[in-house]
């Protein structure tokens, strides 16, 4: 791994407050991700299951955590199992946690090779008294699984296996543990923040009409690894001229002209936790007066809207309050005439054709991070604040997001060093 140790407490604290959700005489399996092929022979860099990584710390593939707090043998109460490594694994694909490695980095004194997983398990699942037995799968509200996952084959196995036992959703209580971040977290989150700003400084410096957008992308890449980082926590956006006006576009192989603005959403992972900065600069240093006046338009929004946050708001009540600032925004711009407001579809609100997204959403292990929605906020969350105005018929757009946690009167930004104001970011630009 290339991020520092992190402190086993949090696993173990972590571990503790699943463990007070539970109901009584309740057995809990957790699995890794896969290490997932391309073609060939080929594989995907490996990312852990977040729930798994939350519980135990393990950043390593085959991995199953179980828990059952009720057992009558404490040595079964906390069971890791790992995949035993081997001369031949150690030559090709290098070190793998040994038992003792394990124990220090989790807490977790029962340790045991995956090879014993079927043995174990079916020990606890018949000489136990067990009465719930609870499976992870993926219930964020936005996923579109058609691959099929480790997880989901143990469920499989397990219904058909067990098909008596009486089994639980394990997702709520994950949702509503890891929406909720520790110091522990939080420190994690700043550096992968702290990465991502310097990135954007290296690449303020960087740009200049007729540079590729890819090139760009490599600058980031290249501040990322050399800090500390696995990469880039999402596909990054690098969006120049009218590339600016498609949310998701990811291609990042056209020129940057003289003129355009760039919009640049990207962000560093850092010991499996995400960062997500959106900044919109000139590519020649200088706004135009039409792209400033569209530029502090949308920091006031964002600007509003770190105001609006706060324990007990709802999101969806919170986002309708920012699309009406967004709104009289529009109006100052001439975008949209304040009296055919007055009389547009309510259905069909006019300011739609320039801001369409969601102003936010949780962040941590997760860059689209675990949470209800619909739950009022709550404190020691992280939301994403990203308020845009996108102006097609003028070929260009602007995006301002920063990363803040809910605090009691208020927000504290994790991305508060990072250049945003028009004036700061033309200086370093031309420095």
């Known amino acids: 791994?290339?991020?520092?140790?992190?402190?086993?407490?949090?696993?173990?604290?972590?571990?503790?407050?699943?463990?007070?959700?539970?109901?009584?005489?309740?057995?809990?399996?957790?699995?890794?991700?896969?290490?997932?092929?391309?073609n060939s022979d080929g594989t995907m860099r490996f990312r852990q299951n977040s729930d798994l990584f939350y519980?135990?710390?393990?950043?390593?593939?085959?991995?199953?955590?179980?828990?059952?707090?009720?057992?009558?043998?404490?040595?079964?109460?906390?069971?890791?199992?790992?995949?035993?490594?081997?001369?031949?694994?150690?030559?090709?694909?290098?070190?793998?946690?040994?038992?003792?490695?394990?124990?220090?980095?989790?807490?977790?004194?029962?340790?045991?090779?995956?090879?014993?997983?079927?043995?174990?398990?079916?020990?606890?699942?018949?000489?136990g008294d067990v009465e719930h037995v609870y499976l992870n799968t993926n219930d964020h509200y936005r996923a579109e699984v058609s691959v099929e996952s480790r997880e989901s084959r143990f469920v499989k196995w397990c219904l058909e296996k067990y098909p008596l036992h009486r089994y639980e959703r394990l997702a709520p209580i994950m949702h509503r543990l890891r929406s909720i971040k520790s110091k522990y977290e939080l420190d994690l989150l700043q550096q992968a923040c702290d990465i991502t700003e310097k990135a954007f400084r290296r690449v303020l410096k960087f740009v200049k009409p007729g540079v590729i957008e890819y090139e760009i992308e490599a600058e980031f890449a290249?501040?990322?690894?050399?800090?500390?980082?696995?990469?880039?926590?999402?596909?990054?956006?690098?969006?120049?001229?009218?590339?600016?006006?498609?949310?998701?576009?990811?291609?990042?192989?056209?020129?940057?002209?003289?003129?355009?603005?760039?919009?640049?959403?990207?962000?560093?992972?850092?010991?499996?936790?995400?960062?997500?900065?959106?900044?919109?600069?000139?590519?020649?240093?200088?706004?135009?007066?039409r792209q400033k006046q569209v530029y502090n338009a949308v920091l006031r929004v964002q600007r509003e809207a770190f105001k609006l946050l706060k324990p007990g708001e709802k999101y969806f009540e919170y986002h309708k309050e920012i699309q009406k600032i967004t709104e009289s925004e529009l109006i100052g711009l001439k975008l949209i005439d304040k009296k055919d407001v007055k009389n547009q579809d309510?259905?069909?609100?006019?300011?739609?054709?320039?801001?369409?997204?969601?102003?936010?959403?949780?962040?941590?292990?997760?860059?689209?991070?675990?949470?209800?929605m619909y739950h009022k906020m709550r404190l020691g969350q992280v939301w994403t604040v990203e308020p845009g105005i996108y102006i097609r018929e003028e070929g260009f757009g602007i995006r301002i997001e920063n990363n803040v946690v809910i605090e009691k009167n208020g927000v504290y930004d994790l991305m508060k060093n990072t250049p945003v104001e028009v004036e700061e970011i033309e200086e370093i630009m031309n420095s």
């Not at 571990?15 to 699995?31: G, Q, Y």
């Not at 006019?350 to 991070?369: I, R, S």
Request: negative net charge; proline residues 3%; charged residues 25%.
């Open 1 to 38: 791994m290339r991020y520092k140790s992190i402190d086993k407490e949090l696993f173990e604290t972590n571990r503790k407050n699943l463990v007070k959700e539970l109901k009584s005489n309740a057995l809990v399996v957790v699995n890794s991700n896969d290490i997932m092929p391309t």
């Open 55 to 127: 519980l135990a710390g393990v950043d390593q593939e085959e991995t199953v955590l179980v828990l059952y707090p009720d057992f009558h043998d404490k040595k079964y109460r906390e069971v890791l199992f790992l995949r035993e490594t081997s001369e031949l694994i150690s030559v090709w694909e290098g070190h793998k946690l040994t038992k003792e490695e394990a124990r220090e980095q989790t807490g977790i004194e029962t340790v045991l090779w995956v090879s014993e997983f079927p043995k174990v398990f079916n020990m606890l699942m018949v000489m």
């Open 222 to 289: 290249h501040e990322f690894l050399r800090n500390g980082s696995r990469g880039f926590a999402y596909e990054p956006i690098i969006a120049s001229g009218a590339n600016s006006c498609v949310l998701h576009y990811i291609e990042n192989n056209k020129p940057c002209g003289d003129g355009d603005v760039l919009l640049l959403d990207v962000g560093a992972e850092y010991a499996n936790y995400n960062a997500d900065l959106t900044r919109t600069i000139p590519v020649n240093g200088k706004f135009t007066e």
């Open 346 to 372: 309510k259905d069909k609100p006019l300011f739609m054709k320039y801001f369409m997204h969601g102003t936010g959403h949780q962040l941590g292990l997760d860059v689209h991070d675990v949470g209800n």
